[in-house]
Protein backbone atom coordinates (compact mmCIF):
# COMPACT_ATOMS: atom_id res chain seq x y z
CA UNK A 1 0.00 0.00 0.00
CA UNK A 2 1.05 3.28 -0.42
CA UNK A 3 2.86 5.04 2.84
CA UNK A 4 0.49 8.34 2.70
CA UNK A 5 -2.50 7.73 4.52
CA UNK A 6 -5.63 8.00 2.57
CA UNK A 7 -8.49 10.94 4.10
CA UNK A 8 -11.68 11.26 2.82
CA UNK A 9 -14.38 13.69 3.71
CA UNK A 10 -17.17 12.25 5.36
CA UNK A 11 -20.76 13.82 4.25
CA UNK A 12 -22.11 12.27 7.57
CA UNK A 13 -19.85 13.92 10.25
CA UNK A 14 -18.73 16.92 7.47
CA UNK A 15 -15.33 16.28 8.33
CA UNK A 16 -12.27 15.02 6.44
CA UNK A 17 -11.49 11.50 8.08
CA UNK A 18 -8.50 8.76 7.57
CA UNK A 19 -9.72 5.93 5.85
CA UNK A 20 -9.59 3.12 8.31
CA UNK A 21 -11.08 -0.34 6.80
CA UNK A 22 -13.15 -2.20 8.76
CA UNK A 23 -11.86 -5.41 7.48
CA UNK A 24 -8.12 -5.19 7.80
CA UNK A 25 -6.78 -5.44 3.92
CA UNK A 26 -10.51 -4.97 2.59
CA UNK A 27 -12.21 -1.87 1.21
CA UNK A 28 -15.99 -2.41 0.71
CA UNK A 29 -17.72 0.30 -1.43
CA UNK A 30 -21.50 0.39 -2.53
CA UNK A 31 -22.74 3.18 -4.90
CA UNK A 32 -26.51 3.75 -5.39
CA UNK A 33 -27.03 2.94 -9.35
CA UNK A 34 -29.40 4.09 -12.15
CA UNK A 35 -33.08 3.44 -12.07
CA UNK A 36 -33.55 2.25 -15.69
CA UNK A 37 -36.19 4.13 -16.75
CA UNK A 38 -34.52 5.94 -18.66
CA UNK A 39 -30.96 7.07 -20.65
CA UNK A 40 -28.51 8.63 -17.90
CA UNK A 41 -27.54 12.06 -18.20
CA UNK A 42 -24.13 12.71 -18.31
CA UNK A 43 -24.38 14.48 -14.88
CA UNK A 44 -26.03 11.15 -13.67
CA UNK A 45 -22.67 9.69 -15.20
CA UNK A 46 -20.52 12.08 -13.23
CA UNK A 47 -21.21 9.93 -9.93
CA UNK A 48 -19.91 6.45 -11.81
CA UNK A 49 -16.71 8.47 -12.99
CA UNK A 50 -16.09 10.03 -9.41
CA UNK A 51 -17.16 6.31 -8.16
CA UNK A 52 -14.44 4.55 -10.31
CA UNK A 53 -11.94 7.25 -9.50
CA UNK A 54 -12.17 6.56 -5.46
CA UNK A 55 -12.43 2.19 -6.45
CA UNK A 56 -9.15 2.49 -8.55
CA UNK A 57 -7.33 4.46 -5.23
CA UNK A 58 -8.64 2.16 -3.04
CA UNK A 59 -7.37 -0.28 -4.90
CA UNK A 60 -4.19 1.71 -6.15
CA UNK A 61 -3.47 2.08 -1.97
CA UNK A 62 -3.58 -1.83 -2.12
CA UNK A 63 -6.76 -2.90 -1.02
CA UNK A 64 -8.64 -5.93 -1.77
CA UNK A 65 -11.95 -3.97 -3.17
CA UNK A 66 -15.47 -5.13 -3.08
CA UNK A 67 -17.67 -2.61 -5.02
CA UNK A 68 -21.16 -3.35 -5.68
CA UNK A 69 -22.65 -1.13 -7.37
CA UNK A 70 -27.15 -1.23 -8.05
CA UNK A 71 -29.64 -1.04 -10.65
CA UNK A 72 -32.71 0.23 -9.79
CA UNK A 73 -35.66 -1.65 -11.42
CA UNK A 74 -38.60 -1.25 -9.34
CA UNK A 75 -39.66 1.07 -6.34
CA UNK A 76 -37.99 4.43 -7.26
CA UNK A 77 -40.90 7.00 -7.59
CA UNK A 78 -41.44 9.94 -9.99
CA UNK A 79 -40.76 11.95 -6.76
CA UNK A 80 -37.44 11.83 -5.31
CA UNK A 81 -39.59 12.91 -1.95
CA UNK A 82 -41.40 9.06 -1.72
CA UNK A 83 -44.44 10.37 -3.95
CA UNK A 84 -45.75 9.48 -7.17
CA UNK A 85 -46.04 6.78 -9.64
CA UNK A 86 -43.24 4.36 -9.93
CA UNK A 87 -41.07 5.18 -12.34
CA UNK A 88 -40.71 2.04 -14.15
CA UNK A 89 -44.54 1.41 -14.15
CA UNK A 90 -45.01 5.08 -15.94
CA UNK A 91 -42.40 4.52 -18.73
CA UNK A 92 -43.50 0.91 -19.63
CA UNK A 93 -47.13 2.33 -19.92
CA UNK A 94 -46.23 5.26 -21.82
CA UNK A 95 -44.12 2.86 -24.35
CA UNK A 96 -46.64 -0.03 -23.86
CA UNK A 97 -43.83 -1.98 -23.34
CA UNK A 98 -43.32 -4.78 -21.06
CA UNK A 99 -41.68 -2.88 -17.61
CA UNK A 100 -38.64 -6.30 -18.39
CA UNK A 101 -37.99 -4.85 -21.60
CA UNK A 102 -37.56 -0.88 -20.46
CA UNK A 103 -35.33 -2.26 -17.51
CA UNK A 104 -33.22 -4.33 -20.00
CA UNK A 105 -33.21 -1.76 -22.60
CA UNK A 106 -32.10 1.46 -20.50
CA UNK A 107 -29.59 -1.08 -18.28
CA UNK A 108 -27.85 -2.22 -21.02
CA UNK A 109 -27.58 1.77 -22.57
CA UNK A 110 -26.11 2.14 -18.95
CA UNK A 111 -23.42 -0.11 -19.07
CA UNK A 112 -22.40 1.28 -22.38
CA UNK A 113 -21.84 4.79 -20.90
CA UNK A 114 -20.00 2.55 -18.62
CA UNK A 115 -17.54 1.35 -20.65
CA UNK A 116 -16.94 4.41 -22.74
CA UNK A 117 -16.04 5.94 -19.82
CA UNK A 118 -13.40 3.42 -18.85
CA UNK A 119 -15.12 3.02 -15.99
CA UNK A 120 -14.24 -0.66 -14.65
CA UNK A 121 -16.62 -3.03 -14.00
CA UNK A 122 -17.83 -3.75 -9.68
CA UNK A 123 -17.41 -6.56 -8.01
CA UNK A 124 -21.22 -7.15 -8.72
CA UNK A 125 -24.12 -4.80 -10.47
CA UNK A 126 -27.02 -5.83 -7.64
CA UNK A 127 -30.23 -5.82 -9.42
CA UNK A 128 -33.53 -4.63 -6.81
CA UNK A 129 -35.80 -7.71 -8.29
CA UNK A 130 -33.36 -9.99 -7.46
CA UNK A 131 -33.46 -9.22 -3.83
CA UNK A 132 -37.35 -9.09 -3.03
CA UNK A 133 -37.52 -11.82 -0.77
CA UNK A 134 -34.35 -10.63 1.04
CA UNK A 135 -36.54 -6.97 1.05
CA UNK A 136 -39.74 -8.79 2.67
CA UNK A 137 -37.56 -10.72 5.55
CA UNK A 138 -35.57 -7.22 6.19
CA UNK A 139 -38.65 -5.58 6.68
CA UNK A 140 -40.49 -8.28 8.55
CA UNK A 141 -37.29 -7.63 10.84
CA UNK A 142 -38.12 -4.21 11.24
CA UNK A 143 -41.74 -3.81 11.57
CA UNK A 144 -42.77 -4.17 14.90
CA UNK A 145 -40.43 -1.86 16.35
CA UNK A 146 -40.57 1.14 13.62
CA UNK A 147 -42.87 0.72 11.10
CA UNK A 148 -47.13 0.82 11.27
CA UNK A 149 -49.04 0.03 8.36
CA UNK A 150 -51.99 2.13 6.52
CA UNK A 151 -54.10 1.49 3.24
CA UNK A 152 -50.85 2.77 1.33
CA UNK A 153 -48.78 0.11 2.81
CA UNK A 154 -45.80 -0.46 5.04
CA UNK A 155 -44.01 3.01 6.66
CA UNK A 156 -41.21 3.56 8.43
CA UNK A 157 -41.84 6.20 11.93
CA UNK A 158 -38.66 7.97 11.65
CA UNK A 159 -39.20 9.00 15.33
CA UNK A 160 -38.32 5.42 16.40
CA UNK A 161 -34.54 6.15 15.73
CA UNK A 162 -32.14 8.54 16.44
CA UNK A 163 -30.70 11.13 14.46
CA UNK A 164 -32.82 11.05 11.49
CA UNK A 165 -31.59 12.76 8.78
CA UNK A 166 -28.34 14.20 10.62
CA UNK A 167 -26.65 13.02 6.60
CA UNK A 168 -28.87 15.82 5.43
CA UNK A 169 -27.32 18.70 7.22
CA UNK A 170 -28.60 20.99 10.78
CA UNK A 171 -31.28 22.66 8.95
CA UNK A 172 -32.92 19.40 7.27
CA UNK A 173 -33.11 18.02 11.28
CA UNK A 174 -34.61 21.60 12.48
CA UNK A 175 -37.03 21.65 9.98
CA UNK A 176 -37.89 18.99 11.22
CA UNK A 177 -38.00 18.81 15.17
CA UNK A 178 -39.63 22.38 15.29
CA UNK A 179 -41.67 22.73 11.89
CA UNK A 180 -42.80 19.70 10.54
CA UNK A 181 -44.87 21.68 8.23
CA UNK A 182 -41.66 22.87 6.13
CA UNK A 183 -41.23 18.87 5.75
CA UNK A 184 -44.63 17.93 4.42
CA UNK A 185 -44.82 16.98 0.95
CA UNK A 186 -47.35 18.52 -1.34
CA UNK A 187 -49.13 14.92 -1.59
CA UNK A 188 -49.66 13.82 1.58
CA UNK A 189 -50.20 10.30 2.27
CA UNK A 190 -53.07 10.24 4.37
CA UNK A 191 -52.41 8.04 7.47
CA UNK A 192 -49.09 8.88 7.79
CA UNK A 193 -47.68 9.31 11.83
CA UNK A 194 -44.68 12.09 10.83
CA UNK A 195 -44.17 14.10 7.50
CA UNK A 196 -41.10 12.37 7.02
CA UNK A 197 -42.13 9.03 7.40
CA UNK A 198 -41.19 6.82 3.96
CA UNK A 199 -42.66 3.69 2.76
CA UNK A 200 -41.44 0.19 3.29
CA UNK A 201 -43.69 -1.27 1.21
CA UNK A 202 -46.63 -0.11 -1.18
CA UNK A 203 -49.64 -1.73 -1.40
CA UNK A 204 -50.89 -2.27 -5.21
CA UNK A 205 -54.22 -0.04 -5.01
CA UNK A 206 -57.51 -1.92 -5.20
CA UNK A 207 -58.40 -2.67 -8.73
CA UNK A 208 -55.46 -2.27 -9.97
CA UNK A 209 -52.64 -4.52 -11.41
CA UNK A 210 -49.02 -3.76 -11.60
CA UNK A 211 -46.53 -5.29 -14.13
CA UNK A 212 -44.13 -5.88 -10.65
CA UNK A 213 -45.75 -6.91 -7.58
CA UNK A 214 -45.15 -9.53 -5.59
CA UNK A 215 -46.87 -10.91 -2.63
CA UNK A 216 -46.54 -10.03 1.13
CA UNK A 217 -47.46 -9.60 4.59
CA UNK A 218 -48.85 -6.45 3.92
CA UNK A 219 -50.74 -7.24 0.62
CA UNK A 220 -49.56 -7.64 -2.57
CA UNK A 221 -47.46 -4.68 -3.72
CA UNK A 222 -43.70 -3.74 -4.51
CA UNK A 223 -40.65 -2.31 -2.05
CA UNK A 224 -40.24 1.21 -1.26
CA UNK A 225 -36.78 2.66 -3.19
CA UNK A 226 -34.95 3.17 0.08
CA UNK A 227 -35.37 -0.14 1.02
CA UNK A 228 -33.21 -2.04 -1.84
CA UNK A 229 -30.18 -0.41 -0.76
CA UNK A 230 -30.22 -1.38 2.82
CA UNK A 231 -30.86 -5.17 1.70
CA UNK A 232 -28.72 -5.10 -0.95
CA UNK A 233 -25.78 -3.42 0.84
CA UNK A 234 -25.77 -5.47 3.87
CA UNK A 235 -26.06 -8.65 2.18
CA UNK A 236 -23.48 -8.43 -0.18
CA UNK A 237 -21.02 -6.18 2.01
CA UNK A 238 -22.36 -7.08 5.01
CA UNK A 239 -23.14 -3.85 8.22
CA UNK A 240 -20.99 -1.90 8.76
CA UNK A 241 -18.83 -1.73 5.27
CA UNK A 242 -16.48 0.82 4.36
CA UNK A 243 -18.11 3.30 1.88
CA UNK A 244 -21.76 4.23 0.49
CA UNK A 245 -21.39 7.16 -2.36
CA UNK A 246 -23.90 8.52 -4.52
CA UNK A 247 -24.90 11.94 -5.81
CA UNK A 248 -25.54 14.79 -3.36
CA UNK A 249 -28.83 14.45 -4.40
CA UNK A 250 -29.45 11.56 -2.29
CA UNK A 251 -27.97 13.40 0.70
CA UNK A 252 -31.21 14.53 1.22
CA UNK A 253 -33.91 12.43 1.40
CA UNK A 254 -32.92 8.37 -0.01
CA UNK A 255 -29.74 8.30 2.11
CA UNK A 256 -31.20 9.57 5.64
CA UNK A 257 -34.22 7.42 4.76
CA UNK A 258 -31.26 4.32 3.94
CA UNK A 259 -29.45 5.16 6.90
CA UNK A 260 -32.40 5.09 9.53
CA UNK A 261 -33.35 1.25 7.67
CA UNK A 262 -30.20 0.43 8.68
CA UNK A 263 -30.45 1.88 12.43
CA UNK A 264 -33.48 -0.36 12.88
CA UNK A 265 -32.08 -3.67 11.20
CA UNK A 266 -28.77 -3.57 12.94
CA UNK A 267 -30.58 -2.33 16.60
CA UNK A 268 -28.03 0.19 16.76
CA UNK A 269 -27.87 3.76 18.89
CA UNK A 270 -27.37 7.27 17.24
CA UNK A 271 -25.28 8.28 14.59
CA UNK A 272 -22.41 9.85 17.34
CA UNK A 273 -21.09 6.92 15.46
CA UNK A 274 -20.94 6.66 12.10
CA UNK A 275 -20.69 2.73 11.34
CA UNK A 276 -24.61 2.62 13.00
CA UNK A 277 -25.27 4.50 9.98
CA UNK A 278 -24.37 1.33 7.69
CA UNK A 279 -21.65 2.71 6.56
CA UNK A 280 -18.39 4.28 8.13
CA UNK A 281 -17.99 6.78 5.39
CA UNK A 282 -20.85 8.46 3.08
CA UNK A 283 -19.37 10.32 -0.07
CA UNK A 284 -21.30 12.59 -2.15
CA UNK A 285 -20.46 14.04 -5.53
CA UNK A 286 -21.83 17.64 -6.96
CA UNK A 287 -23.73 18.67 -9.48
CA UNK A 288 -23.22 19.39 -12.88
CA UNK A 289 -24.92 22.50 -14.20
CA UNK A 290 -25.79 23.49 -17.66
CA UNK A 291 -26.67 27.12 -17.14
CA UNK A 292 -28.09 27.72 -21.19
CA UNK A 293 -31.31 25.49 -20.39
CA UNK A 294 -30.88 23.99 -23.96
CA UNK A 295 -29.89 20.71 -22.76
CA UNK A 296 -33.36 19.49 -20.86
CA UNK A 297 -35.36 16.53 -22.34
CA UNK A 298 -38.04 19.17 -22.88
CA UNK A 299 -35.55 21.67 -25.20
CA UNK A 300 -35.59 18.40 -27.27
CA UNK A 301 -31.83 17.46 -27.33
CA UNK A 302 -31.20 15.40 -24.05
CA UNK A 303 -27.60 15.77 -22.43
CA UNK A 304 -26.02 12.42 -22.24
CA UNK A 305 -23.30 10.78 -23.34
CA UNK A 306 -24.50 9.91 -26.83
CA UNK A 307 -25.03 13.38 -27.82
CA UNK A 308 -21.37 14.30 -27.07
CA UNK A 309 -20.31 11.31 -29.13
CA UNK A 310 -22.35 12.41 -32.08
CA UNK A 311 -21.04 15.25 -31.91
CA UNK A 312 -17.81 14.21 -32.26
CA UNK A 313 -16.45 14.10 -29.07
CA UNK A 314 -14.65 11.33 -27.71
CA UNK A 315 -16.53 9.98 -23.90
CA UNK A 316 -13.08 10.01 -22.57
CA UNK A 317 -12.75 13.97 -23.21
CA UNK A 318 -16.26 14.12 -20.69
CA UNK A 319 -14.32 12.46 -18.60
CA UNK A 320 -11.22 14.60 -18.17
CA UNK A 321 -14.29 17.38 -17.78
CA UNK A 322 -15.29 15.25 -14.75
CA UNK A 323 -11.88 14.74 -13.05
CA UNK A 324 -10.80 18.85 -13.89
CA UNK A 325 -12.67 19.62 -11.09
CA UNK A 326 -13.01 18.14 -7.21
CA UNK A 327 -15.95 16.09 -7.36
CA UNK A 328 -17.20 17.75 -4.24
CA UNK A 329 -17.44 21.04 -6.54
CA UNK A 330 -19.91 22.01 -8.88
CA UNK A 331 -19.39 21.18 -12.39
CA UNK A 332 -20.37 23.68 -15.29
CA UNK A 333 -20.71 21.81 -18.36
CA UNK A 334 -20.21 24.13 -21.84
CA UNK A 335 -19.52 23.02 -25.29
CA UNK A 336 -16.42 25.05 -24.70
CA UNK A 337 -15.15 23.42 -21.53
CA UNK A 338 -15.84 20.17 -23.21
CA UNK A 339 -13.33 20.83 -25.99
CA UNK A 340 -11.17 22.65 -23.66
CA UNK A 341 -10.95 19.09 -22.09
CA UNK A 342 -10.46 17.34 -25.01
CA UNK A 343 -7.49 19.47 -26.44
CA UNK A 344 -5.76 18.54 -22.96
CA UNK A 345 -6.62 14.67 -23.16
CA UNK A 346 -4.91 14.78 -26.71
CA UNK A 347 -1.85 16.67 -25.80
CA UNK A 348 -1.20 14.32 -23.43
CA UNK A 349 -1.62 11.30 -25.85
CA UNK A 350 0.56 12.82 -27.79
CA UNK A 351 3.03 13.01 -24.80
CA UNK A 352 2.63 9.41 -24.15
CA UNK A 353 3.31 8.70 -27.48
CA UNK A 354 7.23 8.78 -26.90
CA UNK A 355 7.14 5.99 -23.61
CA UNK A 356 4.63 3.09 -25.69
CA UNK A 357 7.84 1.70 -27.20
CA UNK A 358 9.40 0.65 -23.24
CA UNK A 359 8.24 -2.23 -21.54
CA UNK A 360 5.49 -1.99 -19.09
CA UNK A 361 6.64 -1.26 -15.57
CA UNK A 362 10.43 -1.83 -16.68
CA UNK A 363 11.63 1.59 -14.98
CA UNK A 364 12.38 2.22 -11.22
CA UNK A 365 9.19 3.96 -9.57
CA UNK A 366 11.30 5.64 -7.44
CA UNK A 367 11.44 9.59 -8.31
CA UNK A 368 15.37 9.74 -7.47
CA UNK A 369 14.66 7.99 -11.73
CA UNK A 370 13.20 11.09 -12.69
CA UNK A 371 16.03 13.48 -12.42
CA UNK A 372 14.94 13.97 -8.23
CA UNK A 373 11.92 15.53 -8.73
CA UNK A 374 9.21 14.60 -6.92
CA UNK A 375 6.29 13.96 -9.02
CA UNK A 376 5.07 10.90 -7.45
CA UNK A 377 5.19 12.02 -4.23
CA UNK A 378 3.27 15.34 -5.32
CA UNK A 379 0.40 13.06 -7.08
CA UNK A 380 0.33 10.94 -3.97
CA UNK A 381 -0.83 13.93 -2.11
CA UNK A 382 -3.26 14.72 -4.39
CA UNK A 383 -4.90 11.54 -4.57
CA UNK A 384 -4.68 11.08 -0.78
CA UNK A 385 -5.91 14.75 0.12
CA UNK A 386 -9.27 13.71 -0.57
CA UNK A 387 -8.80 12.54 -4.30
CA UNK A 388 -8.00 15.81 -5.89
CA UNK A 389 -7.89 14.78 -9.50
CA UNK A 390 -6.91 18.50 -10.53
CA UNK A 391 -3.49 18.33 -8.94
CA UNK A 392 -3.21 14.90 -9.86
CA UNK A 393 -3.82 15.89 -13.35
CA UNK A 394 -0.87 18.82 -13.36
CA UNK A 395 1.18 16.53 -11.51
CA UNK A 396 0.95 14.39 -14.84
CA UNK A 397 1.59 17.11 -16.93
CA UNK A 398 4.25 18.01 -15.21
CA UNK A 399 5.94 14.62 -15.52
CA UNK A 400 5.20 13.82 -19.34
CA UNK A 401 7.19 17.81 -19.78
CA UNK A 402 10.54 16.54 -18.51
CA UNK A 403 12.63 16.41 -21.44
CA UNK A 404 15.79 14.43 -20.28
CA UNK A 405 14.89 12.04 -18.67
CA UNK A 406 14.73 7.47 -18.46
CA UNK A 407 11.75 7.01 -20.65
CA UNK A 408 11.68 3.50 -19.50
CA UNK A 409 11.52 5.11 -15.81
CA UNK A 410 8.99 8.03 -16.95
CA UNK A 411 6.17 5.43 -18.08
CA UNK A 412 6.43 3.59 -15.12
CA UNK A 413 5.28 6.75 -13.18
CA UNK A 414 2.62 7.89 -16.29
CA UNK A 415 1.50 4.45 -15.89
CA UNK A 416 1.31 4.63 -11.92
CA UNK A 417 -0.63 7.89 -12.43
CA UNK A 418 -3.12 6.30 -14.85
CA UNK A 419 -4.17 3.21 -12.46
CA UNK A 420 -5.95 6.05 -10.57
CA UNK A 421 -6.99 8.69 -13.65
CA UNK A 422 -7.97 5.80 -15.59
CA UNK A 423 -7.78 6.92 -19.17
CA UNK A 424 -5.91 3.88 -20.34
CA UNK A 425 -2.90 6.06 -21.70
CA UNK A 426 -1.06 3.57 -22.98
CA UNK A 427 -3.61 2.22 -25.45
CA UNK A 428 -5.16 5.50 -26.34
CA UNK A 429 -4.04 6.35 -29.55
CA UNK A 430 -4.75 10.12 -31.29
CA UNK A 431 -7.11 7.89 -34.23
CA UNK A 432 -9.30 6.95 -31.06
CA UNK A 433 -10.05 10.65 -29.80
CA UNK A 434 -10.52 11.66 -33.46
CA UNK A 435 -14.60 10.80 -33.70
CA UNK A 436 -16.79 11.41 -36.77
CA UNK A 437 -19.57 13.18 -35.83
CA UNK A 438 -22.65 11.80 -36.65
CA UNK A 439 -23.73 14.38 -39.41
CA UNK A 440 -20.09 14.64 -40.78
CA UNK A 441 -19.91 13.70 -44.48
CA UNK A 442 -16.26 12.44 -44.37
CA UNK A 443 -15.01 9.68 -42.87
CA UNK A 444 -11.53 9.52 -41.28
CA UNK A 445 -9.88 7.88 -43.99
CA UNK A 446 -11.40 10.06 -46.42
CA UNK A 447 -9.82 13.10 -44.84
CA UNK A 448 -6.49 11.21 -44.69
CA UNK A 449 -6.56 10.95 -48.15
CA UNK A 450 -7.74 14.49 -49.11
CA UNK A 451 -4.83 15.82 -47.02
CA UNK A 452 -2.26 13.63 -48.76
CA UNK A 453 -3.44 15.10 -52.54
CA UNK A 454 -3.47 18.65 -50.36
CA UNK A 455 0.27 17.91 -49.13
CA UNK A 456 1.33 16.46 -52.94
CA UNK A 457 -0.64 20.01 -54.42
CA UNK A 458 1.32 22.44 -52.23
CA UNK A 459 4.36 20.06 -52.74
CA UNK A 460 4.14 21.00 -56.89
CA UNK A 461 3.10 24.18 -55.71
CA UNK A 462 -0.04 23.39 -57.41
CA UNK A 463 -2.10 26.31 -54.86
CA UNK A 464 -5.23 26.34 -56.41
CA UNK A 465 -5.83 22.96 -56.07
CA UNK A 466 -4.43 22.88 -52.63
CA UNK A 467 -6.83 25.40 -51.78
CA UNK A 468 -9.74 23.72 -53.43
CA UNK A 469 -9.19 20.84 -51.30
CA UNK A 470 -9.23 23.00 -48.21
CA UNK A 471 -12.61 24.78 -49.01
CA UNK A 472 -14.10 21.26 -49.59
CA UNK A 473 -13.16 19.96 -46.62
CA UNK A 474 -14.24 22.77 -44.73
CA UNK A 475 -17.98 22.95 -46.44
CA UNK A 476 -18.07 19.53 -45.00
CA UNK A 477 -17.31 20.34 -41.55
CA UNK A 478 -13.50 19.33 -41.39
CA UNK A 479 -11.02 22.23 -40.20
CA UNK A 480 -7.62 22.13 -41.61
CA UNK A 481 -4.90 22.63 -38.55
CA UNK A 482 -1.81 23.91 -40.46
CA UNK A 483 1.11 24.71 -38.29
CA UNK A 484 -1.33 23.10 -35.03
CA UNK A 485 1.45 22.67 -32.61
CA UNK A 486 -0.37 19.87 -31.50
CA UNK A 487 0.41 18.32 -34.85
CA UNK A 488 -3.58 17.37 -35.27
CA UNK A 489 -3.61 18.63 -38.94
CA UNK A 490 -7.17 18.59 -38.78
CA UNK A 491 -10.31 18.51 -36.73
CA UNK A 492 -14.17 17.73 -37.18
Known amino acids: MTETPLKLFNSLTREIETFTPVHPGEARVYTCGPTVYNYPHIGNMRAYVFADVLGRTLSWK ?6 IINITDVGHLTDDADEGEDKMEKMAAER ?24 RQPAKWSVATDYIDEMIEFAKGIADKHCYEIDEGLYFDVTTIQDYAKLAGPTKLDQIRENEEAYIRIDKVSGKRNAADFAIWRKTPAGETRQMEWDSPWGKGAPGWHLECSVMGGKLLGFPFDIHTGGIDHREIHHPNEIAQNQAY ?20 NFLVERSGKMSKSAGEFLRLQLL ?12 MCLQAHYRSELEFSWDGLQAALTRLKRIVMQVERLKDQPSGSGSRSTDAIVGMSFRETFDFAINDDLNTPLALTALENALALKKVDLAALRSLIEYMDDVLG ?41 ALSDAIRDNLMDNGIKIMDGDPLGWEWKL
Not at 269 to 281: Q, Y
Not at 309 to 320: C, E, N, Q, S, T
Not at 439 to 456: C, N, Q, S, Y
Open 96 to 119: AQSIWDIAKHYTEAYWADVKALNI
Open 309 to 320: IDKGYHPLAYRM
Open 423 to 463: FDLMNLTREDLRVRPKDAHFGADEVEAELVRRKEARADKDY
Open 62 to 67: GYDLTH
Open 266 to 285: CCTGGLGEAENSGARIWMHN
